[in-house]
């Protein structure tokens, strides 16, 4: 029985006589995932076939080839696995508050499950279908551990607010997850079949951004990158996490942004490991607080990627000092081309374009910079906004709108001391990397990188 708690109702209507349909989104997997559970689960209840459906559109808050690709690849795998359960998946394209009703009516479909996501886009989808059909529609939390409606009913402040929230809910949210069985109800005809290679040929999306090599997409490759990270790097990611010379991170949140590995089996995973305990109480304050505050941003507060979304006192010190001469001011070509005169920054600039994943450490004093080399905080956060969803892997996340907005203006931070142009936003040094990094190596690597791959 899957806890209702991570369940809420988008659209409450009698139910019809007809199969279950899994819109999958933001989960993309067939393990660990408490959206299909539930419709499995639903499906059998009313001894109805299952399927799943994946709505896909070319454009997409400015991903290009290499997050198509790799979503595609995962998608791909999740077919042939779902496949093997008895449980068709149909690929539609167009847009999902389109073809989805459509879908639904011509499939006769009785109910509908989706899995959430507190994306203002993704919302306004769910919206519109739901008005458009007239079956159950359900939402299922198969992203979070604790369901984002569940941990706060509010915007929180920051971590130490919604901290304790989370913690209290853990025991119960934090579960062994069953095993997806075989669906013992077959669908009433065969599903299309789909050719993987024809969609990526077909797609429309930004081709300059070349997909990425060293990091292999999919369920297992995600698995695998876990239990490489437990025996590998865990043990020293507490002291040597925020060194981006070192290999300390997890390189999981590729993996997690697509929804190819679950949150809670890293969690479970992790626990489980025999690394010290604060080497996981580090990662952990990661992966699940970290996280589920950036959910909490996007789900509660709409202007998650505009100034209006700061906090007042950061919109206020922000304004106070528009006016301040910048030291140095560049277009977003020229940010985007990594043509600063700082070496460091047009190293982390390299790295992400070359490779799709910036060291997270470099990602605050990337986005730092781009505040102050900017005419203003909404030229910056533009800018910040444009290149990471083009370029990371994990971009269009909530952790990554979270994150950009902590560098540029003050979101889930204090106030420090008073400085030109940043006021009284958190500032990072050149100066202070030298004394955390060795910068020279972290550069020659992100050089090393890029032309090693190409770039």
């Known amino acids: 029985m899957i806890l209702q708690s991570r369940i809420r109702i988008l659209k409450d ?9 899994y819109w999958m989104s933001r989960d993309q997997r067939s393990e660990d995932n408490w959206a299909l559970l539930y419709a499995q689960e639903t499906a059998i209840e009313r001894g109805q076939p299952l399927c799943v459906i994946f709505s896909l559109r070319d454009e997409f808050l400015g991903a290009a080839m290499r997050q198509y690709t790799f979503m595609l690849r995962g998608l791909e795998e999740t077919s042939g696995t779902l496949e093997r359960k008895g449980i068709p998946f149909f690929l539609l394209r167009g847009k999902a508050e389109e073809e989805i009703p459509r ?30 059909i007239r079956i159950p529609f359900f939402e299922v939390d198969a992203h979070n551990i604790v369901a984002c409606w569940q941990a706060s009913d509010k915007k929180e402040y920051g971590a130490y607010t919604i901290r304790p929230k989370i913690n209290r809910l853990l025991p119960e949210f934090m579960e062994e997850f069953p095993e997806l069985g075989g669906h013992p109800i077959p669908w009433p005809h065969e ?6 290679q024809d969609v990526r040929r077909s797609l429309k999306a930004d081709s300059s951004v070349g997909k990425v090599s060293w990091l292999k997409p999919g369920a297992s490759a995600g698995s695998g990158m876990l239990r490489d990270f437990i025996e590998n790097r865990l043990a020293v990611y507490k002291e040597a996490r925020n060194d981006p010379t070192s290999k300390a991170q997890s390189n999981l949140s590729p993996y997690l942004h697509f929804g190819q590995l679950s949150a809670q089996r890293v969690a479970l995973e992790i626990m489980k490991s025999s690394a010290p305990r604060a080497a996981k109480d580090a990662f952990l304050e990661e992966l699940i607080i970290r996280r589920e505050l950036a959910d909490n941003l996007c789900f509660y507060e709409p202007r998650y990627d505009s100034v209006e979304g700061f906090p007042e006192w950061a919109r206020k010190t922000l304004n106070d000092h528009r006016m301040d001469p910048r030291p140095y001011l560049y277009s977003i070509e020229e940010f985007e081309q990594a043509r600063t005169h700082d070496e460091l920054w047009n190293a982390a600039q390299i790295q992400m374009a070359a490779k799709g994943k910036m060291h997270g450490y470099m990602r605050m004093y990337w ?4 505040l102050e080399w900017s005419e203003s905080a909404q030229e910056a956060l533009r800018t910040a906004v444009y290149l990471n969803d083009k370029y990371e892997l994990d971009g269009r996340d909530p952790s990554g709108y979270a994150g950009i907005a902590w560098s540029i203006g003050g979101l889930h931070d204090r106030a420090w001391g008073e400085r030109p142009v940043s006021g009284k936003i958190r500032y990072l040094s050149y100066e202070g990397c030298k004394r955390k990094f060795d910068v020279d190596t972290y550069v020659n690597i992100c050089f090393g990188e890029a032309n090693a791959l190409n770039m």
């Open 191 to 196: 599903a299309p079949e789909i050719n993987w």
């Open 103 to 132: 879908f639904v009516e011509k499939q006769n479909v009785g109910v509908l499950v989706t899995d959430f996501d507190p994306l203002r886009i993704k919302r306004e989808w769910k919206e519109k279908v739901a008005q458009r």
């Open 13 to 21: 209507f009698p139910a019809s006589n007809g199969p279950v349909a």
């Open 367 to 370: 986005a730092k910079k781009i």
